[in-house]
């Protein structure tokens, strides 16, 4: 066995790994978000309620108009779950990590620029009372450099599998023609 | 363990990594098995946070448990509205802290002459000087000390419309004089006249503040730091907000007013 068929199936592996870590992390994130508070049991009404008080969260970056706060805060949780379960899925995988990346990237730049400004709020990441500081910074960075390193995998996969489909169809043509 | 570190343990999220068996073809499964997966992901998440529930109502801060530090002073009522309001916000602040300045001129401020006039929020205010600040802890004496004697809602507001200018020379007293009768000044003087030593303030290391033992609002500072130290206040301003019995989870820093009141209707119309 050559090193590169080696390389070839643990590569996979970490990116399984990679995408199922970052699949997880998103729908606990929005589960978080979504879950009733102060022992309400889950219906329409106490998702409303954890939304709202996500919003507030959302607000305390002080980054969004008033009137935008509300739709954003109810936009992302909805979001998270989709992308959980796309990056679970497997499916489009290049899409799906590069829209992942870019959302991680957008969060870690929005608290760097808080954490930078002295703002002292909650992160709202996983739900309320966790506190923005340098380990929450720590923590998103780290995921950031998974969903990257995610999305290279993914699509240096696909370009592989291209490569080998040429190939394969380069070798089957001249036998069709025999 | 104390509540304090309690109630920061089960709030933290300690689940980087969720054990699951996965195989090459896993990349082309229907989204019926992604979805399967899903669910067995969340429920032992959802056990997790049923668990830190009782921790976080264990946090609830009473707003009316104040010990008499002199019999013959009454308990200060640093609270606005009425007290059978359906929603109670308790409010931990700093008087030198500019978040908490800008919290009360633009959020609180619409509150209490919206929600907490109309009889559907029950405004408690909790001091929580911060150690850095130079002059907190003696604004939280004054609004105490007007407190004792009913005027605590005309204190309160001169210390954070005047927040700037007595921040800059330490001057309370001007602001305060200004706010109240004469005679009612002559009264809260005379509150703080044991007052002479370095206020209470809340520590970096949570240790338990000092108070001066002739100054009778110490006690009332003190424990509303270690009411915040329980919740746990990690910044000011951060505020509880309490319906029907039951506590939501705290929040820190500046929040818009048109935000807080969705929240409020929200709670309301539940």
């Known amino acids: ?178 | 363990m104390t509540l304090a570190q309690e109630a920061k343990l089960s709030s933290r999220i300690n689940r980087p990594f969720v054990r699951r068996t996965t195989s090459s073809t896993a990349s082309r499964a229907p989204w019926a098995v992604a979805i399967l997966a899903a669910f067995a992901i969340l429920a032992p998440a959802s056990n997790a946070q049923t668990a830190a529930t009782p921790a976080s109502a264990k946090t609830a801060a009473p707003a009316h448990k104040h010990a008499a530090a002199d019999p013959a002073l009454s308990a200060p009522v640093k609270t606005i509205g009425n007290h059978s309001a359906p929603i109670t916000m308790e409010v931990f602040s700093d008087y030198q802290c500019p978040s908490c300045g800008n919290f009360y001129e633009i959020t609180l401020r619409a509150m209490i002459q919206d929600y907490v006039a109309s009889g559907k929020v029950y405004l408690v205010h909790h001091d929580f000087p911060l150690q850095m600040h130079n002059y907190s802890g003696q604004a939280a004496r004054w609004a105490n000390a007007a407190a004792m004697i009913g005027q605590f809602q005309d204190v309160d507001a001169a210390l954070f419309d005047n927040q700037a200018k007595w921040t800059a020379d330490g001057d309370l007293e001007k602001y305060v004089a200004g706010a109240i009768s004469p005679a009612n000044f002559k009264r809260v003087q005379a509150i703080l006249k044991g007052c002479t030593g370095p206020a209470p303030t809340s520590k970096v290391d949570r240790s338990l503040p000092q108070g001066e033992a002739g100054c009778p609002v110490d006690p009332y500072i003190i424990q509303d730091i270690v009411l915040g130290t329980q919740v746990p206040v990690q910044a000011t301003p951060t505020f509880v907000i309490r319906y029907k019995g039951q506590s939501y989870p705290a929040s820190s820093g500046f929040i818009t007013w048109p935000i807080l009141k969705q929240f409020f209707d929200t709670l309301l119309s539940q």
């Open chain 1, 1 to 178: 066995m050559t090193a590169n068929e080696t390389r070839t199936p643990l590569a996979s592996t970490l990116l399984i790994l990679g995408r199922v870590a970052l699949a997880a992390i998103f729908l606990f994130a929005a589960y978080a978000k979504l879950k009733p508070q102060a022992s309400m049991p889950w219906s329409g009404s106490s998702i409303k309620t954890s939304l709202s008080l996500f919003a507030m969260q959302v607000d305390s970056y002080q980054l969004l108009p008033p009137q935008l706060v509300s739709p954003a805060a109810h936009f992302l949780p909805p979001l998270e779950l989709f992308l959980g379960l796309w990056l679970l899925s497997g499916v489009l995988l290049r899409y799906a990590a590069l829209i992942t990346t870019l959302l991680l990237g957008a969060f870690f730049g929005v608290m760097v620029r808080t954490y930078t400004a002295g703002l002292e709020i909650n992160c709202g990441c996983f739900g309320p009372g966790e506190r923005l500081g340098p380990l929450t910074l720590l923590r998103d960075g780290s995921l950031l450099a998974l969903a990257l390193a995610v999305t290279i995998g993914a699509f240096l996969r696909g370009r592989r599998s291209r490569v080998e489909s040429a190939a394969v169809a380069g070798v089957s043509a001249p036998q069709r023609a025999d």
